[in-house]
């Protein structure tokens, strides 16, 4: 099994669905944990013709899909019923398959399991099947096998390598990947099966040429790897990867590697295997040092003389080469706080002050006090304030921490995964390396040694804490966020309300939709009200460190194998795809793609023949208003923002006393090439050099001039309908550059490009002179609700005052 085979679920129909609307109908939708089909309006039979896949994950294999089925409206939804499939169940007749000719659409009673009063009627056509992108040939047989060995081996615990490492990787089991202790856990030992040499030369049934098509079966104690098939070689390379943990109770098991030669319609036939006592494995690849080693560092090779099963048959000596290497337990967890630790180290001197340190503790879900945060730096006679921790301090003091919790508490979280009121060093509900779900219920040495293991394949992805678009959000994160909109009178979960999940609405469509937060936003904000006193030390940390993260995680999305995150960025924002100019396999990383030019068309220019029309210079959530002072008593909260702050001018400052102001805020989903928004002559841009804390509206509402401290270009444009018009393009927290590819000095035409962000939110403000221009109507009424307005480059929004 690879890490190809998905799991693909047709979501085709509904049929008899009850009416929920006073019309008679209903505007269904249907739903699970991972996925959800377009709204069909007025229908009470919805053809959607939707689907999903899911990648099987060896760690989390499901055996039921639940659905539930609503009417959703403007305002809120309707409960319609729920149904299920048990996938054993469904599949016992072995057709699993998604593309086998028997595996037909079945239909799923929908039923009322919700403690509401709520017809419930008719059914869903679903179809569900397994898909191999890979081995497009298997066999009924071979999907029967695969999922009884699933199943058999009741698989759970540490995943296996990842796919990014190789374009296919090895894929195994394991029976008991959630520990009962640490101490259980002698190690962790990672292989890479390289290659084979001079396997023996079957004839194939014809006798003309060779039948050999080979893969090797990793076994060790509970746990069973396999690679993929190498057609017709004897000298198969696979550089696939897998690793597993290694218990106190297995130091004296073996490692058996056995050759197969896959058949398609007999049996696989065995053809060579050895087997190693894992203490030799341990013994030639131990890694000693405490510094994270890469998937592809400090790996022994070795190489294994094969076993034939006919050794007599041919003269032939087979070999299977592989690479090793084996972390020690107590390495593990320390290799990881040092990996972590290198992340918010902002100024990279291999210490961290207090600041980035807390930030750091954030991003796991930390809920630790100030007081116990404090004593990682006085038990060692230094002070929070002015001192700095080694790497190795830290995680020395982490782990005493661990320890000593694990004397009054080994449980973060109660048994329905909420968090407990004692303090804890991690909280977080999914993995957000492997998304194992429910880590929550486990002891936080136990969440952290998953961590570490997950991390382990590549100490990079310790940064996914960090950027969090496509990762499940933590409750002890939900926790001190809501700290935060205590002490700043934040109102509940309502228009208008700066809420945890930003609503917007949609213009085109009327539909308010919910804004995800991601977590690098969350973080933002929690770093933005320590910097609310910019002049303090801790302000001054916090704008490096921000600075820091911005720095690195540009340089991440530039390198070429961030082109492994566009695939999961594109199914997680459901972006569509058909309107992006260039193929998704030519761009080399993922900032050129963050970036991306859409199809002609895509986006089009709202009244071309009129231009005292104004337009949306972007893709984005917007605010309007008439005047600069209804804005900062409704939006804007800083206490220092100004025009003049803003602009960094005080004579251009004036020329916009009394005038209008627009708010264009991107978030990442969002295309992010900007437009001009008026005809007009372009002026020199004017760069201004800031800080990069969050545009999220959260922050804006907030004590600190985001607009004024961070990083901005300012242009002019002098206009013949709309008079001078400050285009204000400002960069955000993971915004590493703000790029123009305008020509200065030059007529511009509403709609022309005028410039991109790289990665991250991002916000334009546009300022016109007073009695210039009025906004739309709708707009307007939004903003007097603090309610952004969803709208598109192109999109009419205002009109020239005369």
């Given at each position: 099994m690879t890490d190809e085979i998905k799991l693909r679920v047709d979501i085709i129909s509904g049929k008899d669905l009850a009416p929920k609307d006073r019309n008679g109908f209903s505007d269904p939708v249907s739903m699970n944990n991972v996925h959800q089909t377009q709204v069909v309006p007025k229908s009470l039979n919805p053809q959607w013709d939707d689907w999903f896949e899911y990648n099987i994950a060896l760690d989390n294999v499901p055996t039921a899909i639940h659905f539930t089925c609503w009417d959703k409206d403007m305002f809120g939804k309707d409960y319609m019923g729920e149904a299920h499939i048990a996938l054993n169940d469904n599949w016992e007749a072995g057709h699993i398959g998604y593309n086998d000719p028997q595996n037909k659409p079945i239909h799923l009673p929908l039923q009322n399991l919700s403690k509401q009063n709520e017809v419930v009627?008719?059914?869903?056509?679903?179809?569900?099947?397994?898909?191999?992108?890979?081995?497009?040939?298997?066999?009924?047989?071979?999907?029967?096998?695969?999922?009884?060995?699933?199943?058999?081996?009741?698989?759970?615990?540490?995943?296996?390598?990842?796919?990014?490492?190789?374009?296919?990787?090895?894929?195994?089991?394991?029976?008991?990947?959630?520990?009962?202790?640490?101490?259980?856990?002698?190690?962790?030992?990672?292989?890479?099966?390289?290659?084979?040499?001079?396997?023996?030369?079957?004839k194939n049934a014809s006798r003309t040429g060779i039948d050999m098509d080979p893969f090797v079966v990793v076994s060790f104690s509970k746990q069973t790897f396999?690679?993929?098939?190498?057609?017709?070689?004897?000298?198969?390379?696979?550089?696939?990867?897998?690793?597993?943990?290694?218990?106190?109770?297995?130091?004296?098991?073996?490692?058996?590697?056995?050759?197969?030669?896959?058949?398609?319609?007999t049996n696989n036939d065995l053809i060579a295997t050895v087997s190693v006592p894992i203490q030799n494995l341990i013994q030639m690849a131990s890694s000693s040092t405490l510094r994270p080693k890469d998937a592809e560092d400090d790996m022994t090779p070795i190489t294994l003389d094969l076993e034939l099963k006919t050794s007599q048959k041919y003269d032939v000596k087979p070999k299977l080469f592989i690479k090793t290497r084996f972390v020690p337990y107590n390495l593990l967890r320390i290799q990881f706080w040092h990996a972590l630790s290198k992340v918010y180290d902002s100024d990279e001197n291999g210490v961290l002050n207090y600041v980035e340190l807390t930030t750091m503790l954030s991003s796991i879900g930390s809920s630790l006090s100030q007081s116990s945060i404090e004593k990682f730096f006085t038990s060692r006679g230094k002070n929070p304030r002015t001192d700095e921790l080694t790497f190795d301090e830290l995680a020395a003091g982490l782990e005493a921490h661990l320890r000593e919790s694990e004397k009054s508490t080994n449980r973060p979280a109660d048994n329905n995964g909420e968090e407990l009121d004692n303090e804890h060093i991690i909280f977080i509900k999914d993995c957000p390396i492997c998304k194992r779900p429910e880590l929550g219920k486990l002891p936080e040495t136990e969440i952290i040694t998953h961590i570490a293991i997950c991390a382990s394949t590549d100490w990079a992805s310790v940064d996914k804490f960090l950027v969090g678009d496509f990762v499940t959000e933590s409750q002890a994160q939900r926790k001190w966020l809501a700290r935060i909109i205590t002490k700043v009178g934040y109102g509940g979960y309502k228009i208008g309300a700066n809420n945890a999940n930003i609503i917007v609405q949609d213009r085109t469509t009327?539909?308010?939709?919910?804004?995800?937060?991601?977590?690098?936003?969350?973080?933002?904000?929690?770093?933005?009200?320590?910097?609310?006193?910019?002049?303090?030390?801790?302000?001054?940390?916090?704008?490096?460190?921000?600075?820091?993260?911005?720095?690195?995680?540009?340089?991440?999305?530039?390198?070429?194998?961030?082109?492994?995150?566009?695939?999961?960025?594109?199914?997680?924002?459901?972006?569509?795809?058909?309107?992006?100019?260039?193929?998704?396999?030519?761009?080399?990383?993922?900032?050129?793609?963050?970036?991306?030019?859409?199809?002609?068309?895509?986006?089009?220019?709202?009244?071309?023949n009129n231009p005292r029309v104004l337009v949306s210079p972007a893709d984005c959530r917007m605010m309007a208003f008439p005047t600069i002072d209804e804005a900062t008593n409704i939006w804007i909260k800083g206490q220092n923002f100004s025009i003049e702050t803003l602009l960094g001018d005080a004579v251009a400052a004036q020329t916009f006393t009394g005038g209008s102001l627009g708010i264009?805020?991107?978030?990442?989903?969002?295309?992010?090439?900007?437009?001009?928004?008026?005809?007009?002559?372009?002026?020199?841009?004017?760069?201004?050099?800031?800080?990069?804390?969050?545009?999220?509206?959260?922050?804006?509402?907030?004590?600190?001039?985001?607009?004024?401290?961070?990083?901005?270009?300012?242009?002019?444009?002098?206009?013949?309908?709309f008079g001078n018009v400050a285009f204000v393009a400002i960069g955000a927290m993971m915004v590493g550059s703000i790029i123009l590819t305008s020509k200065p000095r030059s007529e511009v035409k509403r709609f022309d490009e005028h410039g991109y962000f790289a990665f991250g939110g991002s916000t334009v403000i546009l300022l016109f002179q007073k009695g210039k221009m009025k906004w739309d109507v709708d707009i307007l009424a939004n903003s007097e609700q603090a309610l952004e307005t969803l709208v598109r480059v192109g999109m009419g929004v205002g009109l020239a005052a005369s």
């Open positions: 009627t008719g059914y869903l056509v679903v179809k569900v099947g397994l898909i191999d992108l890979e081995n497009q040939f298997l066999e009924a047989k071979e999907w029967r096998d695969i999922w009884k060995r699933i199943h058999r081996l009741k698989i759970s615990g540490s995943p296996t390598a990842s796919p990014s490492d190789y374009d296919q990787s090895v894929q195994g089991s394991r029976t008991d990947g959630t520990f009962k202790s640490s101490v259980d856990l002698l190690g962790l030992t990672f292989l890479e099966i390289v290659s084979a040499q001079d396997l023996p030369p079957e396999r690679t993929r098939v190498i057609p017709n070689s004897l000298n198969p390379l696979w550089k696939e990867r897998l690793y597993f943990a290694v218990k106190n109770v297995e130091s004296n098991y073996s490692v058996k590697f056995t050759v197969y030669d896959w058949d398609k319609i009327g539909e308010l939709v919910e804004e995800k937060m991601p977590t690098y936003i969350k973080l933002g904000i929690r770093l933005l009200y320590r910097g609310v006193k910019p002049s303090g030390i801790e302000g001054n940390s916090t704008r490096r460190l921000l600075e820091s993260l911005s720095y690195k995680q540009g340089k991440k999305f530039d390198d070429p194998t961030s082109v492994r995150d566009i695939k999961p960025f594109i199914d997680f924002h459901k972006l569509n795809v058909d309107e992006i100019l260039d193929p998704l396999n030519s761009f080399k990383n993922f900032n050129e793609f963050f970036y991306r030019k859409l199809k002609p068309g895509a986006r089009k220019l709202d009244s071309p264009f805020r991107l978030a990442p989903q969002d295309y992010h090439r900007f437009h001009i928004p008026v005809n007009g002559i372009l002026s020199e841009p004017k760069p201004i050099a800031g800080a990069y804390y969050t545009v999220n509206p959260m922050a804006i509402r907030s004590e600190l001039d985001v607009y004024g401290e961070n990083k901005r270009t300012i242009s002019y444009i002098n206009s013949q309908q």
